[in-house]
């Protein structure tokens, strides 16, 4: 069994987790607007921006098959999060997926149910409590990663849809969808906190290492995908300062886990994925405006 949250903790995550059920509920396909005014133009520049978030979000059920392998006994917070956020990121995909395919482009190649021998040795070694918080952490350390990366990215393309001045997307898919990212991300911040605090010495080492090793941009599981998320990072105007972005999605992780080192802004594994994401876009010249 996972270690369990203090009281206080598990009161303020338990109230999260109903508010985030009770104000964002799955967004209804009834309130959104497809509407492209320019569609050729917006597909050039947005159709695989849509693509890449569409996967992503649609492969929120094998995030979770991943979930029920790495971590076999969660708190019962973690399960009620679970359901809630599947929900919302299955909605997103299915959003987001519909307006490519309005566009004119194919349906987003999401994979649903495969998981890794990796995994399956973590889930394995995850019946052992004190193995398991360590899976619990990493999880939330992902979770926090993702989650801040799709609050800027969600961010970066809704202010681009509104200057093409496509403002029923603007309004009705990007601007409804990015409402209900931060209250993911709390989540995962507020759960990484009181988890630290808990970890024996032994735990934190072990932590920081597999981190280190495992670390990768949100739905970058091989070159190509990483070449896309590098093609995603130009066209939302972060290629270039790939550190940046960087340090934004990674300040609480770098404040946990690398507090003993101070000046370190940004971890080393982090910076690092980024710019060699943005380096084999660059290789792969898919789009022209990332030799500038």
Not at 69 to 96: A, C, K, N, S
Not at 128 to 145: I, N, S
Not at 216 to 222: K, L, M, W
Request: overall charge negative.
């Amino acid at each position: 069994m996972s270690r369990a949250y203090a009281p206080a903790a598990a009161r303020r995550l338990t109230d999260h987790v109903a508010k985030l059920a009770d104000d964002h509920p799955p967004i209804d396909l009834d309130s959104v607007d497809f509407t492209v005014r320019r569609p050729d133009e917006f597909e050039a520049r947005f159709g695989h921006v849509l693509d890449y978030m569409a996967r992503v979000e649609l492969e929120v059920d094998r995030n979770v098959l991943e979930l029920t392998t790495m971590l076999p006994d969660p708190p019962q917070i973690d399960r009620d999060f679970y359901t809630v956020w599947q929900r919302q990121e299955i909605q997103h995909g299915l959003i987001l997926d519909r307006l490519q395919v309005e566009l004119g482009r194919e349906p987003a190649d999401a994979d649903l149910d495969s998981i890794g021998a990796k995994l399956k040795v973590l889930g394995a070694l995850s019946h052992l409590t004190p193995f398991q918080d360590v899976c619990r952490m990493l999880y939330y350390l992902t979770g926090m990663a993702t989650e801040r990366s799709a609050v800027l990215a969600y961010n970066l393309l809704h202010r681009g849809t509104v200057e093409m001045g496509e403002t029923a997307v603007a309004d009705t898919v990007i601007g409804q969808i990015k409402r209900q990212e931060p209250g993911h991300y709390a989540f995962y911040q507020f759960s990484a906190r009181g988890l630290w605090a808990e970890l024996a010495p032994w735990q934190r080492w072990l932590v920081r290492l597999m981190r280190r090793i495992s670390f990768a941009p949100v739905g970058a599981n091989n070159e190509v995908q990483k070449a896309d998320f590098g093609d995603v990072m130009a066209t939302l105007g972060i290629a270039e300062d790939s550190d940046d972005f960087a340090d934004q999605i990674s300040r609480v992780e770098a404040e946990l886990l690398w507090a003993r080192r101070r000046g370190l802004k940004v971890p080393d594994y982090v910076a690092r994925a980024f710019r060699e994401a943005v380096e084999l876009a660059r290789d792969r010249a898919h789009l022209p405006h990332l030799h500038r």
